[in-house]
């Protein structure tokens, strides 16, 4: 088991504490083809009542995504996007008392979401498709997620496997810190995710969340998102993405006895019992 480091995260509305017990991130997809709830949430109305639904059922944060990175996904544009997430966060702003993360690659998104109420960026691409993220996050103070991808969501699962995925993500991961800290984000506010299943073999996103500890040498907080992904229904005999909660919840359980800070999930309910009881697994150890 892995000893977690403590973190701060300064947000313009508080600050998260990270390391003294797991963090739950909810998944809220306003989009029409996200892979396992695209077209649930297109309605604002509805949107922002699973919001709600998720913060009561226990979740520490919601990230909001307006545009899928689905294998094979084709980018959408900026005003597309702003155009599914602006009106739910306007409906969020007065009913949720938990942080709103804003799941975009386009800086253009970012200011707006950000302006309109969200305080986090979390970017799939580790600033590989708009460097001009990172200055976002710095003139507004919010925390920025850095996700290791191989390729884009419409190439990377035709992409040829990497040799050695550990040193690939480990690599790609310090290349998005120091370009974050180049453009001025302080170290403090930055966090990096492996990118389970964006251009790795399943057997590769097993291999990382065994080797989770590689990731703590870069002295930031980790991030994962593993909830209803394919490399799971894999193992079970193919199974669809809302017959993978349990296998979810294994990895979840494995990649906080490794030390992880935040847990990205769909199903928060049934995500918060699993911390809960993994988190007590790891203070005992520790």
């Not at 998944?27 to 604002?44: E, K, Q, R």
């Not at 691409?125 to 001009?132: E, H, I, K, P, T």
């Not at 492996?194 to 080797?211: A, S």
């Not at 998102?225 to 669809?240: E, Q, V, W, Y």
């Amino acid at each position: 088991m892995q000893v977690r480091r403590k973190f701060a995260l300064s947000l313009p509305s508080t600050v998260l504490v990270l390391g003294e017990r797991t963090l739950v991130m909810g998944v809220l997809n306003v989009t029409p083809d996200s892979f396992s709830d695209g077209g649930c949430y297109l309605d604002p109305d509805r949107a922002a009542e699973h919001a709600v639904a998720m913060q009561r059922a226990g979740a520490d944060l919601i990230d909001i995504g307006g545009e899928s990175v689905r294998p094979g996904a084709s980018p959408i544009s900026a005003q597309e996007e702003l155009e599914r997430i602006l009106p739910v966060l306007k409906r969020l702003r007065r009913k949720l008392h938990i942080p709103i993360s804003v799941d975009t690659t386009k800086a253009e998104v970012a200011e707006v979401a950000i302006r309109a109420g969200a305080e986090m960026i979390n970017d799939i691409s580790g600033l590989r498709f708009d460097a001009r993220l990172a200055k976002v996050a710095k003139q507004h103070g919010v925390p920025l997620v850095l996700m290791h991808i191989r390729g884009t969501p419409k190439t990377m699962q035709k992409l040829p496997p990497a040799k050695n995925i550990l040193r690939e993500v480990e690599r790609g991961l310090r290349w998005s810190v120091a370009r974050a800290e180049a453009a001025g984000v302080r170290r403090s506010q930055l966090v990096i995710d492996p990118g389970i299943g964006f251009g790795k073999t399943v057997m590769q996103n097993y291999e990382l969340l065994f080797h989770l500890e590689r990731l703590h040498g870069l002295r930031l907080p980790v991030m994962i998102g593993t909830s209803r992904k394919t490399f799971i229904g894999k193992i079970l005999d193919n199974a669809p993405p809302e017959q993978r909660l349990w296998g979810t919840a294994a990895t979840v359980a494995a990649a906080i006895l490794q030390g992880v800070h935040i847990v990205r999930v769909h199903d928060v309910a049934e995500m918060v019992q699993v911390v809960r009881v993994t988190d007590a697994i790891l203070r005992a150890g520790s």
